[in-house]
């Protein structure tokens, strides 16, 4: 039985399919996990949903911004849409609402003490513990979950506040934890976030260094396996020294897909088949 980390898809289902050929992956032992971000951008969001739901047990898949952004498109925040948006396909499906509330009822962070690994998106703040962060997104799942999730996704979206107190409440803090999980990047050492730097470590602007680099993060001493930034496969530093893996290699992008197997850190990948967005064409917005 092997465990397999894979990076955003984002509707590249034929990708995906590709990476599961090359390792060869066998649904009656082997497992999946995905960094999130199943959908969105790619041209067949509705296919990939489809695949790693029907997965069941098989899978375990963490909740990326795009998954979030579906989700609050569905539930009535439309005006959030974005030009480069692919959700059409799902929105008009006619399982739709088997398939959104499945997404709905998944995790933020997932841990597995005995393969001795972390998975999320995106990040987590330098002054979170392993503990501290499994509890906090408890607190959005539980929302998420309940009666109360449509004035979630009403309140999900914006920059603030843009770093953590024990002190917040309400929306604000619940939108400050899914930050943290689904769209960090860069924050200072005090966990402050910065949205607007997106590309590769090195040209942002100081304070603010990647996640994963501030000196003083207590979680350091976990792997935590990760997705979300497709510009750290330009960016080489020792991750493993680090304690992170990074799994977005920028399909989407053309770059690859790309796997990582568990058991003995194995890596594994192949190319993109998205040329228009390897050509430069496509919105890369958020």
Known sequence: MSTYAIGDVQGCHQELLSLLDRINFDENTDRLWFTGDLVNRG??????????????????TVLGNHDLHLLAIANGQAQ???KGDTLEAILAAEDKDELLN???????????????????????????????????????????AGDLYMEFFA?????????????????????????YFTRLRYCDADGKMEFKEKSVPGTQALPYQPWFEIENRVNKDQKILFG??????????NYKHLGVYPLDTGCLWGGCLT????????????????????????????
């Open 43 to 60: 041209p067949k969001s509705l296919e990939t949903l489809r695949f790693v739901r029907q997965l069941d047990d098989k899978a375990v």
């Open 80 to 82: 959030y849409m974005h």
């Open 102 to 144: 499945w997404l709905r009822h998944l995790p933020l962070l997932h841990r597995d003490k005995q393969l001795g690994f972390v998975l999320i998106h995106a990040g987590l703040p330098p002054q979170w513990t392993v503990e501290q962060a499994s509890t906090h997104a408890l607190e959005v799942e539980t929302v998420m």
């Open 155 to 179: 309140n999900m979206y914006g920059n603030t506040p843009d770093s953590w107190s024990e002190a917040l409440c309400g929306w604000d803090r619940l939108r400050v934890i899914t930050n």
């Open 228 to 237: 979300h930034w497709a510009a750290l496969r330009d960016y080489k530093v």
């Open 259 to 286: 796997a990582l197997r568990l058991e003995d850190e194995k890596w594994f990948s192949v190319p993109s088949k998205q040329a228009n967005y390897a050509n430069g064409v496509g919105d890369k917005s958020e």
